[in-house]
């Protein structure tokens, strides 16, 4: 939803202010528009198309609540809960969800977060190893025998680069000790 004001940016403030004549409107502005003064200074277009737009959705006929074919729940049911009952449901509450994650996510539809807590502690090679073992296998069921080796050989040269010990110090000579020295009697 764009800013009330400019007109330009996405709303991040959405408030319910009161009109002259008593009625409610909601209002919605950007952070940078919030930032320059308060609600009140919105100008009376922008209010006029606010209230016209809230008495639209109270003007829409009530209806039978739509529901999911599959699991049978309601969006009023899913905003009580708080949980879907099926994944279909994605689907069939798009509308009504999309800004629901808008607002979860600041703005974005996508979710873009952490990785799963069970490869956090993965090495990047160990990613790669992952990866390249999933495609080593589906080259050779897809008889793409060339690929498969070249994958075959980057899998061994990273398990190898793992393997390896770090370098060691070559080893001093010893000198003899007195013991071991040639003592003539």
């Not at 277009?45 to 003007?59: D, G, K, N, T, Y």
């Not at 994944?87 to 069939?92: L, R």
């Amino acid at each position: 939803m764009t800013c009330q004001r400019c007109q330009k940016r996405e709303a991040i403030r959405h408030e319910s202010v009161r009109a002259e004549d008593g009625s409610w409107a909601e209002v919605h502005l950007c952070e940078h528009c919030v930032e320059k003064g308060d609600v009140g200074s919105l100008t009376q277009a922008s209010l006029v198309q606010a209230l016209i737009e809230s008495a639209a959705q109270l003007a829409r006929p009530a209806g039978p609540a739509r529901a999911c074919p599959k699991c049978g729940i309601t969006y009023a049911e899913f905003r009580a809960r708080g949980r879907l009952g099926c994944p279909h449901d994605y689907e069939v509450f798009l509308a009504e969800m999309l800004p629901l994650v808008e607002r979860i996510h600041q703005g974005g539809a996508q979710h873009v977060g952490k990785s799963p807590a069970s490869t956090e502690d993965r090495s990047e090679s160990d990613r790669e190893l992952i990866e390249l073992r999933r495609s080593l296998s589906e080259a050779v069921q897809g008889e793409r025998y060339e690929e498969a080796a070249r994958i075959r050989d980057r899998v061994r040269t990273i398990e190898e680069g793992a393997a390896k010990p770090p370098a060691a110090k070559p080893a001093k000579p010893e000198k003899p000790g007195p013991e071991k020295r040639g003592r003539k009697k």
